[in-house]
């Protein structure tokens, strides 16, 4: 060990030191540093990688970012979550980011419980994260109760839970009223509520039997299959014998796949509709061997669906370079092009405080809908989204013969007076076993 | 009577599905007393093989099982040469190093497919209706073959020398040596024979199911707990507790549609039960009689 003690040992321990020091400090001068986290073996955290490239790739072909009188560069920095399998993974990935590749921003994070511990930590450490993944409210409801400690965090995408509910519910009432048109159903129609057994759908149970009944609908009963069953046959087997004319489905797990997939070789006379977070994919078509048509889920977009004049370029563009329809969680490209760059060249500074005083303010639009943070009732910033027509409303789309299209809204009449209609949709199909049973 | 008849159905059809897990799972502890961990591993490979073969190279089905079987039984046999063997005696060690080995093919699996759910094609697609009830052709061919596979086993087993040999070593190593049965070699014989079955339930089962880099644990957790239930080493016992579970799991979505996801919790109180009132299993020997 003597050259522990030797004259040299110091000196270049020191150089490396100011080495690290300094090249992390010219980094900082150069480059705006966003962190992409989320679980990266899996679609949600590659399509989040994807639409931080595209928006990082647009932005740095412009010449960067304007900060002031300097342009910067955008430079992208991939954290693999690993969070579906472990949080202690996701809290590491959050914490790797932001003390050794100190990152500017953050945005991704998929599963509620690892968004949480990685809100923490983004926000204990003053780095603006955009969440591209979870759905909870309560990860708003943070921010709104103790603003000062979570003002960091902004959802980006999808919009919160109770509003994909009610959206949820949107779509199950167009279905209803497809059926009663071209099956002349006249009584209630019968609805199968199959939920994954997560703490996310637990509210639903109640929410469904006390909101169908106003909506003209029969409650047949209720299904809580685990989220990663693989055999759903018995499910199905009862559903069936309860005579459900719509199975109201809500899955974000694998869970998704096997049910779609089974119900479709059974040819269950009943329309899926709801949330199926996998047949969101475009991997869902080939999962399911194409057993997945007819398929009705909640999603943000389908080729040709436009919500706004910025959909389709995004769309197009996002086929082009990576051969697929963009999923929800390709969030991250508003979120660093929309929310973070057009918000940091607004006030030409990369301070936090300034950016979140004026983002939280801000109303702009995005390709998947127009933005507006909420304020809750006692007037607090949620930095939530603000859900219903004009604003996010997500679209609904179906599998119809291997492509994914979009069905709602499509005379949707949210309020009295107003309807809404996004270009590009789509009648919904019923599957040919469901009207030769209901029009023999 | 419809609600009974569903689950008399459906708890056919998921015991056939966990029996032929277990039957080999069985057979390579009763004769080797390998506790294989890595035995659904093997399944999840075969059912990757026929993903690859049919969707990569354009197969049909059928083909593709038999090559996801044979590779299986050739991985099995050298995973079982190279680090099986030389540690057989330690069977704590035997534990650990078939959880890695499941561990490595799961990492494996996640670095060629990615963690997306895959599916592969049915070797009979189509349902028919037995008393009201849908029932996939494939899901019938799990019953048969549950039913088959017990059948040429027992054959085997008690009409064939090696069969000899096999039930020879399970229930005496040391005298099976000394009567000049090489008992190395069958044991990896055994090893081969139970890596095929799982290979083969691999091809039999996954098409009702989906393929992703975990898909070998639940089943893992089920099959450990059907042979354990059936008594260690015991076939007959592998057979009887698998639709014991099956039933059990029918009965559960039937009877309580909204606690369906607690169907493999029940299986496996059940399970739990019979272990306090029987602690060898519905038809394992007593362990002071083992000793």
């Not at chain 1, 977070?277 to 048509?293: H, P, S, Y």
């Not at chain 1, 370029?313 to 760059?341: D, H």
Request: glycine share 8%.
């Amino acid at each position: 060990m003597k050259w522990l003690k030797s004259n040299v040992f110091v000196p270049v321990l020191a150089f490396v030191f100011v080495m690290f020091f300094w090249a992390t400090a010219f980094a900082a001068s150069d480059e705006i540093r966003i962190g992409v986290i989320g679980p990266m073996k899996f679609i949600q955290g590659k399509s989040q990688w994807n639409g931080a490239v595209m928006a990082a790739e647009e932005i740095n072909a412009k010449g960067g970012v304007k900060v002031g009188s300097k342009m910067m560069k955008i430079k992208l920095i991939q954290a693999d979550s690993n969070e579906f399998l472990s949080i202690t993974d996701a809290t590491n990935a959050m914490e790797r980011l932001i003390t050794r590749d100190k990152v500017h921003f953050v945005v991704g994070g998929f599963r509620t419980e690892a968004v949480f511990a990685m809100q923490d930590i983004a926000c204990q450490n003053k780095v603006i994260f955009i969440g591209c993944g979870a759905a909870s409210d309560e990860l708003c409801n943070r921010v709104a109760k103790y603003y000062d400690q979570y003002k960091y965090f902004f959802r980006g995408t999808p919009f919160n839970s109770t509003a994909l509910v009610k959206a949820a519910f949107s779509h199950v009432g167009s279905t209803a009223e497809v059926l009663r048109n071209e099956l002349g159903i006249t009584g209630p129609i019968k609805v199968a509520f199959v939920a994954e057994k997560a703490q996310w759908a637990d509210a639903m149970v109640p929410a469904v039997q006390a909101t169908l009944p106003k909506m003209g609908m029969e409650l047949v009963g209720v299904w809580r299959p685990s989220p990663v069953a693989t055999d759903v046959s018995a499910e199905l087997s009862a559903i069936q014998r309860s005579g459900a004319q719509i199975i109201f489905t809500f899955f974000s797990s694998s869970v998704g796949i096997p049910f779609a997939r089974q119900a479709n070789e059974l040819k269950i006379p009943a329309m899926q509709v709801g949330i199926n977070v996998e047949a969101q994919k475009a991997e869902f078509w080939q999962a399911t061997r194409g057993q997945g048509n007819y398929v009705i889920t909640s999603s943000t977009y389908a080729r040709n669906v436009e919500c706004n004049e910025l959909t389709k370029p995004f769309v197009e563009a996002y086929i082009k370079r990576f051969g697929e329809v963009p999923t929800y969680t390709t969030g991250t490209y508003e979120s660093i092009k929309m929310s973070l760059v057009d918000t940091i060249e607004m006030i030409g500074t990369l301070d936090p405080d300034k950016i979140v005083a004026t983002l939280e303010n801000r109303v702009y639009k995005t390709p998947p809908s127009t933005i507006m943070y909420v304020k809750d009732n006692l007037g607090r910033h949620t930095h939530d989204l603000k859900f219903g027509p004009g604003y996010a409303t997500g679209i609904a789309s179906q599998w119809q013969d291997g492509e994914f299209v979009g069905v709602w809204p499509n005379k949707w009449k949210p309020a009295p007076g107003v309807e809404v209609t996004f270009k590009g949709v789509k009648p919904i199909k019923i599957p040919p076993w469901m009207i030769k049973a209901y029009k023999k | 009577m419809s609600i009974i008849l569903d689950i008399i159905v459906m708890g056919l059809i998921k015991g056939s599905i966990y029996a032929l897990l277990a039957i080999s799972f069985s057979l390579i502890f009763g004769v080797a007393r390998i506790v294989n961990i890595a035995h659904t591993a093997f399944y999840m490979v075969a059912a990757y093989c026929i993903y690859t073969v049919t969707n990569y190279m354009g197969w049909s089905a059928v083909p593709a099982m038999f090559v996801a079987v044979i590779l299986s039984v050739i991985l099995g046999m050298v995973i079982y040469k190279v680090f099986l063997n030389p540690i057989r005696e330690h069977e704590g060690a035997v534990l650990i190093a078939t959880m890695a080995i499941a561990m490595v093919f799961q990492e494996v699996m996640t670095l060629f497919f990615s963690g997306s759910f895959l599916s592969v094609p049915n070797l009979i697609d189509g349902y028919f209706i037995i008393f009201g009830v849908k029932v996939f052709y494939q899901q019938l061919l799990t019953l048969c073959a549950a039913a088959l596979v017990m059948v040429i086993l027992m054959i085997f087993l008690f009409k064939t020398k090696l069969g000899l040999a096999l039930r020879s070593t399970a229930q005496d190593r040391e005298v099976a040596n000394l009567m000049g049965i090489n008992e190395s070699k069958v044991a990896m014989i055994t090893m081969g024979i139970a890596i095929g079955l799982a290979g083969f339930a691999g091809a039999i089962v996954v098409p009702l199911e989906i393929l992703e880099p975990h898909m070998w644990a639940t089943p893992l957790v089920m099959m450990m707990a059907v042979v354990v239930l059936g008594g260690l080493g015991s076939l007959k016992g592998s057979f009887v507790g698998a639709y014991i579970m099956g039933f059990t799991e029918a009965m559960v979505v039937f009877l309580s549609p909204q606690g369906a996801f607690l169907k493999i919790s029940v299986a496996l109180l059940i399970m739990i039960i019979v272990l306090l009132i029987r602690p060898e299993g519905l038809f394992g020997v007593y362990f002071e009689e083992e000793r």
